[in-house]
């Protein structure tokens, strides 16, 4: 599928959940492909409460600015919303309050490179053993854990002390950076000649610009999660059952208080009250809570 096949009846509205950066624009590749079809309109949509999740103690807050960023899309005409995370943050809470549909990064990446449950793969990621957690859940979630050979991790744990700096992991790839490319494309190959992967799923969309560099020489399929979100929300966008922009409602009706969680992020964020937690630095993947 390509982006050309997008719905003929109106242009397709996709909202992206952050950007990988703290950059206020759409990532590079979401541009470019949106540029190639007149009948696909991409947002990004940032959200108002961020921080880096390094354990799933922060996690829990980065679900809550998620979650109140997928309603905020919902709200302003989406066909589709996508996480751009391989970490799917809020993913199901959002589902449970929401009509449009909803993909993850990081499930969609994992049912591509599976084949829908049948194909052998491994995640490479540039991030270090300790944020192993996001992988274990996605698995499980998806339960394709057994199908998974192997998790490599590119970087040591001090990686994590690079944040916000340009010796950082990614600000290397944003660079094309040879070493970075290059140590990479070694854990691919590994991954197929040792431990059996049929694909190779890249455990963070914050390798997108690196992506298709890593396929070039390697045997085997490299999905980079970013890209197989937008392809499942091509297809979720123009299902015949999805509910269409003049009929459907903003809520689902599962959750009765649909409001809470926005209403929380606002009152956090607004001025005066008392804020989420900063970054620790200038964290490149990280948002501060800021005013809507």
Known sequence: MTTGDAVAFHTMRISILGSGTASRELPAHFSAMAQRSAELELTLVNPRLSLFAATAYERLLVDLGFVDAALQAAQNGSDAILINSFADYGLNAARAALTVPLIGAGEAALREASAEGSRPFSIVTVWPRSMGFIYEERLQATGLQSLCRSIRHASDEDELSKLGHDD????????????????????????????????????????????????????????????????ASLVAGRAPLAPSRETRSIWSGRVRDPALIPALVSNWTEEGATRAPPPESDCPVCLPATDP
């Open 168 to 231: 950082g992991v990614m600000p290397r790839m944003a660079r094309h950076e040879p070493s970075v490319i290059a140590s990479l494309r070694a854990l691919c190959e590994a991954a197929v000649k040792d431990d059996g992967a049929a694909a190779i799923v890249l455990g963070c969309t914050c390798m997108a610009p690196i992506g298709e560099l890593l396929q070039t020489g390697c045997s085997v399929p490299v999905i980079e999660s970013s890209r197989a979100a937008l392809r």
